[in-house]
C-alpha cells in the first residue's frame, strides 16, 4: 500500500511560534499543511482567520489544506485562494448551493473538498463526488482538536471507498480528528488517503518522529 498522505493541523501548534512550527512541517515527510478556520457559528469555537493563513503561507514550502468549518463559506473562497490556499474543504452541512460553490472553488484553481460531519450519512455525497477532489470525514464533532475518535469512522471510510469507486471519483479520503498511531494504520486499511493529525504531532516530544511513524505506518 503507498503511503498516506501526511496533514499536521497547526490548530494545535503553539501559537505564539508559528514560524518555527511552520519550518518543523516544512523539514519533516508531512505532505501538506492543514489549516482549521473556525466562526464560532458553524462551530462552538473560534480558530483564527485570513492573517494567520497569509502569514503561515509566507513560510510554507508545502501546500495548504484549508478546512472552513464557517457558515456561508462561499463568502470567503477568493479571500482563502488569496491567501494561498491549493485545497479549499467546505462542510456538507453549511452549503445551501453545495455544487456551485464546488465549481467556484475549481474556476479559482483549488482542490475542491467536501467534509461531513459524524452525523452526515456518506450516500448524501452520491451527486457530487464526481465533482470534489477529495473528501474529509470527520472522526470528532468540529470545532476542537484533541477530541475522542469516533469508532463508526471506519465504516463510513468503507462505504464511502465503495461511492468512489462505483462512481469512478478520483476524490482523495482524508479523516480529521483523533487521528494518532494507534488508528493510523486501520484507517489506511479502511481506505484513507489522507491522515490530519494536530495533538498528536504537535504535542509529542519529537514533532518530526510522529510525522514519520505516521508515514510509514
Ligand atoms: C477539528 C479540526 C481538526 C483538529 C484535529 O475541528 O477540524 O483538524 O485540529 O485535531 P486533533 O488531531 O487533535 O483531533
Ligand atoms: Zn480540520
Redesign the pocket.
Known amino acids: 500500500m503507498a503511503q498516506p498522505i501526511i496533514a499536521p ?1 497547526v ?2 501548534a503553539d501559537f505564539a511560534n508559528l514560524e518555527r512550527e511552520v519550518r518543523m512541517v516544512n523539514e519533516s515527510d508531512a505532505d501538506w499543511i ?1 489549516i ?1 478556520i ?1 466562526d464560532g457559528v458553524f ?1 462552538p ?1 473560534l480558530s483564527f482567520g485570513l492573517p494567520v493563513t497569509s502569514a503561515i503561507k509566507k513560510h510554507a514550502s508545502k501546500p495548504l489544506d484549508v ?1 472552513l ?1 464557517i457558515v456561508h463559506p462561499e463568502r470567503y473562497l477568493n479571500a482563502f485562494k488569496q491567501a494561498g490556499a491549493s485545497t479549499i474543504t467546505v462542510h456538507y452541512e453549511a452549503c445551501e448551493h453545495l455544487h456551485r460553490t464546488i465549481q467556484e472553488i475549481k474556476a479559482l484553481g483549488c482542490q475542491a473538498g467536501v467534509a461531513i460531519n459524524p452525523h452526515t450519512h456518506v450516500s448524501l455525497l452520491e451527486d457530487i463526488i464526481q465533482d470534489i477532489d477529495l473528501v474529509c470525514v ?1 472522526a ?8 475522542k ?1 469516533i469508532e463508526r469512522t471506519y465504516e463510513k471510510i468503507q462505504a464511502l471507498k465503495t461511492l468512489i469507486d462505483s462512481r469512478n471519483s478520483s476524490a482523495l479520503i482524508e479523516i ?5 498511531l494507534d488508528n493510523a494504520a486501520a484507517l489506511r486499511k479502511a481506505g484513507a488517503d489522507v491522515l ?6 504537535f504535542s509529542a516530544a519529537n514533532p518530526k518522529a510522529v510525522i514519520t511513524q505516521l508515514k510509514n505506518i
Open positions: 493541523s490548530l494545535a492543514h482549521d473556525m462551530v469555537n478546512h468549518m470527520m470528532v464533532n468540529p470545532g476542537f482538536g484533541g477530541q475518535f480529521d480528528g483523533g487521528v494518532n490530519v493529525a494536530g495533538n498528536f504531532v
